[in-house]
């Protein structure tokens, strides 16, 4: 009887570890500010969102001119980009005139649903050199 059942615990266990194994190569890593996030709003955002220019009254210079209060809203609500300006902005269809980045193209789809994890996340955002982020055009050498 041992040996008929051998077979089965054989497929049992087989299956088990298959199963771990998928999981692990399934597990996502946090969304990385400095790395992912930064450079996104670097590239399309804080051109137009910075404390020379900024169109919405957003700055996205730091997290705290980011998170102030704002007349329409919360620009980022960690954890519910459903309830974040950011997020809705960007999803929404190109005639729409709040639709952002209003000029040029769109941010690709990837973008946009990394934002969304991001915020998903918890929208960490460090203080310091690693969570500021400047304007290209008045970046001094050695700024980041």
Not at 4 to 29: H, R
Not at 108 to 113: A, R
């Amino acid at each position: 009887m041992t040996m008929n059942c051998l077979p089965f615990l054989m497929l049992v266990l087989a299956t088990f570890s298959f199963g771990i194994s998928c999981q692990k190569k399934l597990e996502v890593k946090p969304v990385d500010f400095v790395t992912q996030i930064k450079p996104l709003l670097q590239s399309r955002c804080v051109e137009c969102h910075h404390s020379g220019a900024m169109f919405g009254d957003l700055n996205f210079e730091n997290r705290a001119l980011a998170m102030q209060p704002r007349k329409n809203g919360p620009v980022i609500v960690p954890g519910q980009p459903s309830a974040s300006h950011l997020y809705i902005v960007l999803t929404l269809p190109d005639p729409d005139k709040k639709a952002m980045p209003p000029t040029g193209h769109r941010i690709p789809n990837p973008e946009v649903e990394l934002v969304k994890r991001w915020i998903e996340e918890g929208a960490k955002w460090p203080d310091g050199a690693e969570g500021t982020i400047k304007p290209v055009a008045t970046q001094k050498p050695g700024d980041a």
